[in-house]
């Protein structure tokens, strides 16, 4: 399980890593053999030890600094550090893309501790597994199972609140970009989604052309512009009707929003429309299948339903 592009890093990294442990070992031999012979005359009187291997480093005339070997208990620790370094080479990865005796991935690690997390939570989304959604949605319990799973998996895009964002829709409001039903949430939630709008500005034209329908757009929801410029745009809602619908109350089909509604996935304003004809969109709802298991899409499904219904 290594990521190298090629063998060369592999190698490289396994003999960073050999030579690393052989530089260590090679220095606390060097430093570890016993005192130099001495390196000056004793003086007078003076305690022979002290003429012993200095470094030459001299401090307040008469200090000098000793050069003895690493007293051995602490030598005897660096030892067991490079044998420790060694036997876990052998059992564990890190030369290179050489797996070790165990075959330890963190992969796997998380795998088995997902599986075991799954396992020990199983028992509480069983017990909510025969409730529909709308018996989900009126469990205070489910309900608040929902909310942790929604902070933890869905609230970085979503919001805390659900409320979202530019780019990032709002589930709150009961107006669908893939349809609200319970089956449409659970579906979205499971296989995720994406809206693509590509860049229409060839199709519609000069950019007058775009600015006008631009103006059209704005009066479908009657959030401004101007008339004038927009029945001039009208007749080039054409190349939009296909994903929009020839009303401009959008398809729920292919995630086109509804543009009569005054909800503005990407903002409101005749920028935001112009830059929506001319560079298109591309919204990404991350599948959660495999991520989340189905007990928990099947309260989410429900959380995210009862946060538009009223349960009964
Ligand atoms: C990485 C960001 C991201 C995360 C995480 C995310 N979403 Fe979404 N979600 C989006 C985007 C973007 C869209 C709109 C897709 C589009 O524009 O076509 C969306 C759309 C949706 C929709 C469809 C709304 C509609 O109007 O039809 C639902 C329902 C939804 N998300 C629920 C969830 C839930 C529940 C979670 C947590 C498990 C979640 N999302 C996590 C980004 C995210
Ligand atoms: C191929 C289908 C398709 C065509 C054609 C298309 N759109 Fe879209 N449009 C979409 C989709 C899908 C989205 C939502 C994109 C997303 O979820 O990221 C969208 C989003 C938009 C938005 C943003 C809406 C919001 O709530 O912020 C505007 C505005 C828009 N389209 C206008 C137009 C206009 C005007 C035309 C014609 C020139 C057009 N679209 C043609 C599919 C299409």
Known sequence: MSDFVSDFWSYYVGIAVILSIVACAWLLWVMSRGKTTPNRPLKEGEDPRLAVGTTGHVWDETLEEL?????????????????????????????????????????????????????????????FASLTTEQLAANPDAMAVGERLFL???????????????????????????????????????????GVMPSMAAAVGSADDVTNLANYVLSLSQSGGDPLKANLGREKFVVCAACHGPEGKGNQAVGAPNLTDGIWLYGFGLDKVIAAING???????????????GQINILSAYVWHLSNKAP
Not at 111 to 125: C, G, I, M, N, S
Not at 159 to 170: H, I, Y
Not at 280 to 294: D, F, I, R, T, V
């Open 67 to 127: 050069n003895n070997p690493l007293p051995g208990w602490w030598a005897g620790l660096f030892i067991i550090t490079i044998v420790f370094s060694l036997v876990y080479l052998v059992f564990y990865p890190g030369l290179g893309s050489f797996q070790g005796q165990f075959g330890w991935t963190s992969v796997k690690q998380y795998e088995a501790e997902k599986q075991a997390t799954d396992a020990a939570v199983a028992p509480l989304y069983a017990k």
């Open 152 to 194: 933890n998996n869905c609230a970085q895009c979503h919001g805390s609140d659900a409320r979202g964002n530019k780019g990032f829709p709002n589930l709150t409001d009961n107006d669908w970009l893939y349809g609200g039903t319970p089956e449409k949430i659970h579906e979205t939630i499971t296989k995720g989604r994406n």
């Open 280 to 294: 298109g969109h591309n919204g990404m709802m991350p599948a959660q299948e495999g991520k989340l298991s189905a």
